[in-house]
């Protein structure tokens, strides 16, 4: 009689195959949590780049705005309007409105009354003009840190407007706007700038929106990143319109 060949497979057989597949579920875990490990600083470091760009963006369609203003002004527009007795209603913001595709909403405006008016209230609780407000600005959604720096000789003046032509230091050496520290920001309707004074001091222990500096907005259109050290006197002289100054790179 021949003996039957098959052998039975050892009893314990299941319990290795199982032992082998938690040890391929444990390698998987930890590769994950490895790549996660990694990707995560990466993360954080392209996150700010991502918030400069849009800010820098928002800053360009701001320049756009106020170039094609002057296209059909024949001028800037002033930094705020005044009323009979001269005090402050709208803002530059306000006015160039129309020319950031926001015609609808400058529509709802009245003008003839302050910003803060109640027959303005509809439009003062707004918080959706994307283009007022840096993503890294962590502050209230209906305020900016876009502001104008407002002197008796900028681009952009209390009550009254200058022209392209009247920029005699060079429309790449003169700033209009720039990004002030999150303390400064101001609601987007409100005729409140940056005076020579506010721009000069901020500095290394500001809350800057943005790591070292700060994003400007020069009358040619072009966006520059300020670093925070910039001396006084280069500061001085890129928001004087007609101040003879000779500017190096900066």
Not at 59 to 79: M, R, T
Not at 81 to 91: E, F
């Amino acid at each position: 009689m021949i003996a039957n060949s098959r052998q039975e497979a050892p009893a314990n057989t299941p319990t290795h195959r199982h032992g082998f597949s938690v040890i391929k579920i444990c390698l998987a875990i930890a590769i994950v949590a490895i790549s996660v490990a990694l990707f995560l600083p990466a993360t954080r470091n392209v996150r700010p780049a991502l918030y400069r760009s849009q800010c820098m963006n928002n800053l360009k369609q701001i320049g756009l705005a106020l170039h094609n203003y002057h296209d059909e002004y024949q001028a800037f527009p002033p930094a705020y309007t005044v009323d009979a007795d001269g005090k402050p209603l709208h803002s530059w913001r306000t006015l160039i409105l129309p020319y950031m595709e926001q015609k609808a909403l400058y529509d709802k405006i009245d003008l003839t009354k302050p910003w803060d008016d109640p027959a303005n209230a509809e439009v003062f609780k707004l918080n959706n003009i994307e283009a007022y407000r840096c993503p890294s600005e962590l502050g209230p959604a209906t305020h900016t840190t876009y502001l104008a720096v407002v002197t008796s000789n900028s681009c952009l003046r209390p009550g009254g407007s200058a022209r392209l032509s009247d920029i005699k230091d060079g429309t790449s050496n003169t700033l209009m706007v720039i990004e002030v520290d999150s303390e400064h920001a101001v609601h987007w309707m409100a005729p409140n700038d940056a005076d020579e004074s506010l721009f000069l001091a901020i500095g290394s222990t500001s809350k800057l929106v943005h790591a070292g500096g700060m994003h400007a907005l020069h009358a040619d259109g072009a966006v520059r990143f300020l670093n925070v050290g910039l001396s006084a006197e280069i500061r001085r002289a890129l928001i004087s319109i007609d101040g003879n100054e000779t500017l190096t790179d900066y």
